[in-house]
């Protein structure tokens, strides 16, 4: 939020026509919408029962959440885990590349991301998770 409000005198000055002051109540809304849409960040882990792969990168990313004290935060990150055996399109799509991990994207849409190794470390995941977003 400091970042989008430093921004607001810059912003003020190419949206104000010339000789009128700006609106910073529209500015702080559409700062505060920015983030706000930033925060909500989302993805969609595709699993099932008995899968040690999924397991581990469940735990892994779990872990990640909580990691304090870098700059690759997740603490907004909500994941949502879908398992394949409940839904056939998923189990047909996915049988065979389980864990797949999933950005929704701000249409509702998912976009697959490529596969994280299993013997990358919780900190190099949290990064990895973080660029996906910082796109």
Known sequence: MAAALSALPRAASRLAPCGRRPNL???????AAGEASKSKRRLVLYTKPGCCLCD??????????????????????????????????????????????????PDGTEEI????????????????IYSVFDQ
């Open 25 to 31: 109540r529209a500015l702080c809304a559409a700062a």
């Open 56 to 105: 581990g990168l469940k735990e892994k990313l779990h872990a990640a959440s909580l990691l304090a004290g870098t700059p690759y935060s997740l603490a907004s990150l909500e994941l949502q885990e879908r398992d394949i055996t409940t839904n056939p399109e998923w189990e047909r799509l996915y049988q065979y590349e389980i864990p797949v991990l999933a950005k929704v994207l």
């Open 113 to 128: 991301l490529p596969r994280l190794s299993p013997r990358l470390s919780v900190e190099l995941i949290q990064k990895k």
